[in-house]
Structures are given as structure tokens and as C-alpha cells.
């Protein structure tokens, strides 16, 4: 790398402008670049996870978290009908990912739980209001985006959870909730 652009030294050629070693390629050339820069680094062509080495989750290296870590539920939410929109083989492409990545968090050390939830259809509320239990079928709240399941990690800080968090494959459908968990003590 030159430092001054993402384009590794001899790459390109050089620019008359003495101010600018080199050009920016263009967005195939740098797709291109990268690729190359992935292979020459050694990582696994096939995943879906790779970066370049000064990220931790797809380093070579093994990452271990810290001892303070703190515990974060990210909680998957998506508008269902997107997912129901997706074809079959979308589905299973998108569930491979998604258990790939999960792999990924285990074999770093921050995966503690992952799950994914049935449809909101089937879920059922349960309320206690003025000593007698109610129960009702479906959702909580009536809302566009609903809960579709939840990871539970261990993350150093809120900013590790956070882009822990931007990685997990579902988060095209809609979004994550990161929230720390608060950790009950008895009062015996």
C-alpha cells in the first residue's frame, strides 16, 4: 500500500500528476486488486467473510476475546414479507451464510448463542393483568419488522459488538438491535 489510496504499490501506473502517484482504478480493476490481494494473503477463496488482514474476524490468526468482555444480545429484526419474497434457493444460500458466520464467531470466541425464530405467526403472547393470566396468538405489537432471532456474543466494548453486529448476513433484511446485557445479582 502506498498510504495514500487502498491500491498496493505496482499496481497501476503512474500518474503526471507529481501530487498523485497513481490513479484510483476504476471499480472492476479494484474488485480485481482485491481478489488478487485475498489470494496472495492466503485466504479461503470460498469465504464469504474475507477482508483484509487488519480484520480480526477473517485474520489467520486467532482471536481471543478479552477477559472483562461484556455479554451483547443482538436482536435480528426484518420485514417478513422480504424474507417471504426470497426463492427457495435464496433462503438456503442465505442460511448457509448465516451458519457460516456464526461458525466464524465461534471459532473466535465471542458466540455464546445464536438463533433464528419461526415465523411471527406463530408466536403467542402471554399477559398477566390484574391477577389473571391472558393469552393471545400472535405478535406482541402489530409492526412492519419483527424479532427473527437473536445471537448472544461477548464482545470487548459496544463498538466491537456494534461491528460484530454489521456482519451478521441477515442485516440486509433489515436490521440488528445491540443491547448489553444486564447481569442480575441476588440480594442473598
Known sequence: M???????KGRLKASRNKNRPHRL????????????????LNFRID??????PNDYLTNEQQYT????????LCMVFFD???????SEGELQALDDESLAHDETLKK?????????????QAATTVRLRNGKVSVTDGPFAETNEQI????????????????????????????????PIKELTSSK
Not at 474488485?31 to 485475498?38: C, G, P, T
Not at 469465504?47 to 483484509?52: N, T, V
Not at 417478513?80 to 426470497?86: H, I, P, Q, S, W
Open 80 to 86: 417478513e414479507k422480504k424474507l417471504n419474497a426470497l
Open 2 to 8: 502506498c498510504g495514500l489510496c487502498p491500491v498496493p
Open 47 to 52: 469465504c464469504p467473510f474475507w477482508a483484509l
Open 108 to 120: 473466535h470466541g465471542h458466540l455464546l448463542a445464536a438463533q433464528a425464530l419461526e415465523s411471527v
Open 65 to 72: 476475546v478479552p477477559e472483562e468482555a461484556m455479554k451483547y
Open 25 to 40: 482504478p476504476t471499480a472492476p480493476a479494484l474488485v480485481v486488486m482485491l481478489m488478487a490481494e485475498k489470494r496472495r
Open 148 to 179: 427473527g432471532g437473536f445471537i448472544l456474543i461477548e464482545a470487548k466494548d459496544l463498538n466491537e459488538a456494534i461491528q460484530l453486529a454489521s456482519k451478521i448476513p441477515v442485516i440486509r433484511l433489515g436490521g440488528i438491535e445491540v443491547r
